[in-house]
């Protein structure tokens, strides 16, 4: 006896719903590249070492640090420009003082009509001389650096000989003043013209080291 078969299930019906398409729509795949060209070789240079905050700050220096070199480079340059018109001053002095030597000892006339033009000139002189050497000393320099022969320590060397020298012609000046038609006036006097000699030279030496 045939057996009887079971019904087929019945099959699920599904909606014919369409899936919602979103609003936002992905973008598309870039173009493929011709597969005949070839790629640069090279890796790009377009870019940044430093972002615009790191640069910004790798050029600033401490605050104080830029300050006391600003207020050093002020000092300097006034140390130099007042050191040249001392160094003119000096051997406006120096011309003066020969000059008055030769009248006074050496048989050309003693009338002292130079020893007021040279005093003025060695007073206006020495203030130069101490101002400038007030600014070299009190300038700042935030920088520490090893003692070394350069030419700024001959520089100090030499000036600080011209110093003594300055001093010197100061105590041997009056001294000779003083002594006026006495025996030991020509003695001061000479002593006074060999240091104002050596002291000019000092000056000269110490310009010299700087520039050269």
Known sequence: QAQETAPAAPQPVTPDVT???SA???PSAPATQDSGATPSS???LDFDLLTPEAEASAGLLDPNLQKDLETRRTMLKLHQ????AMAGGLTAATVLGQIQFSRSFTGGGDDRSLLAWHRGVVIGTSLLFATVGTLGLLAPDPVEREFQW???TFHKIFMSLATAGMIAQAVLGILATH???EITEPKYATAHQVVGY???GCVAAGIVTLTF
């Open 81 to 84: 420009g007042l050191g040249l």
């Open 198 to 200: 050596a002291t000019l």
């Open 150 to 152: 350069d030419t700024v």
């Open 179 to 181: 002594s006026y038609g």
């Open 24 to 26: 936002t729509q992905e």
């Open 42 to 44: 090279e890796p790009s």
């Open 19 to 21: 899936p919602p398409v």
